[in-house]
């Protein structure tokens, strides 16, 4: 896909975001908004997936580490063709298949369950430190939050990434500043997260996580980095592409009412038609 | 039981994987900086393409170990029993057990034998956290041929299993041609009327003892070794329980939701059986010998035997 069709989509992913947590009337469409454009580009562009066999060998791997934002990634599959669009609005309900937060077992394209936030990493690491005992050469791709950043977990599997030297692994983390008690530095400051993930051995990338152009270039520098890990610190809006929620505490994990619903999709439609309509 | 042969089940532990190594191409084994302690450097030395140090990162190495069951391994994690559990409880339940995991938790170390460490290290509370997670199968052996058959058990069954090694000798009473393992089914180590004595890995030779003891002052106990606290054989136990009408059950555990609690959870819904539950009593332990320690705390043979004639004759 070119960046405007990449766009599109990041944006047709933020519909099922709000139309999912607003027809659930619970989960978390902060974060999962700042990371759509991510998401998109992951399943749209970079990784080596089949919707239709989405348990296919030597695919890319993604972990959500952060996984409250589900309906990101959900939203993210279902627009891949993993499901139907339309199921989307079974979030969180009884019986659904797609969880509060991901659930492998469950939900087509989810490669592991996550939702305890500093464990999604670990994860990912062993499956990258798999394809390396297996001389497979698929990737793996996992996101992190800048709040979730915060678990010590997160820097025991850092190092040992570090160490191992896994340059099959892209960690990503969402900087959009704000966790639930408020601004990343007012609760406990993570910063200089660049400089944490180097002092872990990592090759290190900073770069805006709302442009496409950024996100592109900066998975191409990954896959040409070799002999260490890649972190991606990517600088974003949390609540991206609508209007109110942008930039605020309070919209990260509260669905909006019927009201908000219709202004957050008239936000999210003019942004389409800006873009030029549907795909 | 003089000159019976002894081996720690962590010893067990780490030749078992060895053994293993060839026949199981996928077996890959995890440590946190103490694979000399867990024994699984037998296994590092055989196979150290196979071998991970996670360093002293717990729950990491749980997370990398739930990775790489996603990819087609069979890991086993091995550190003490108070952090493979303890530390880890959350780490298992939502990385392994929650997703179901072909993941392994060699959890050596565990309980009071883990002698002169001390409290900080003996891990009584373990076999409960493991049991309430959901689908975890939980193994405690009982001595040297009993560990290395769970280990191979656990490697051919698909899904997490908790298996509890300790740190002491303890002696080899399975060494016979008949010996089988199966994950799930107690044995009936001595067929008795009168009591039942259900126990559980280092309290399992301590039981024979006991019933020995009890013969000879009239008493015909029966004694059952339970490997697998979950799932339970519950057959084995309501049909004991139903003959001898009295059960004892014996572990180096907590008596709060280990054996015990399992063994009371079924029988009072299915079989209502006064039960007199051997194991540390809601206290932490402390420094000492190994054997010091289960004689303090009542869990050898002697122990087992005074509270078992006790609670007979009440
Ligand atoms: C171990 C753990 N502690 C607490 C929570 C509750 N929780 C869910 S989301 C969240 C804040 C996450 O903030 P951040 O990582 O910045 O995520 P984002 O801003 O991308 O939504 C917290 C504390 C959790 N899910 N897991
Ligand atoms: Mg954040």
Redesign the interface.
Known sequence: MNKLELAKMANEVRKGIVTAVHSAKAGHPGGSLSAADMFTYLYFEEMNIDPKNPKMENRD?F?LSKGHTAPGLYSALANRGYFPVEDLKTLRKLGSYLQGHP???ETPGV???S??L??????????????K??NKDYRVYCLCGDGEIQE??IW??S??AG?RKLDNLVVIVDNNGLQIDGKVEDVCSPYPIDKKFEAFNFHTININGNDMDEIAAAMKEARETKGMPTAIIMKTVKGKGVSFMENNAGWHGKAPSDEEYAIAMADLEKIGEELGGAN | MADVKKIATRESYGNALAECGAKYPNLVVLDADLAGATKTGVFKKAFPDRHIDCGIAECNMTGIAAGLATCGKVPFISSFAMFAAGRNFEQVRNSIGYPHLNVKIGATHAGITVGEDGATHQCNEDIALMRTIPGMTVIVPADDVEAKAAVEAAINYNGPVYLRFGRAAVPVINDTPEYKFEIGKGVVLKEGKDVTIIATGTCVSGALEAAEKLAADGIDAEVINIHTIKPLDNDLVLASAKKTGKVVTAEEHSVIGGLGSAVCDLLSEKQPTKVCKIGMNDVFGESGTAGGLLEKYGLDGNGIYAKVKAFVQE
């Not at chain 1, 990912?124 to 798999?130: E, K, S, Y």
Request: proline fraction near 0%.
């Open positions: 791997r972990v659930c492998m077992q490669d592991m369950s939702g305890s500093g464990q999604g990493l670990s994860a990912a690491v062993g499956m990258a430190l798999a394809a005992m297996d010590g977990q025991e599997a190092m040992f160490h």
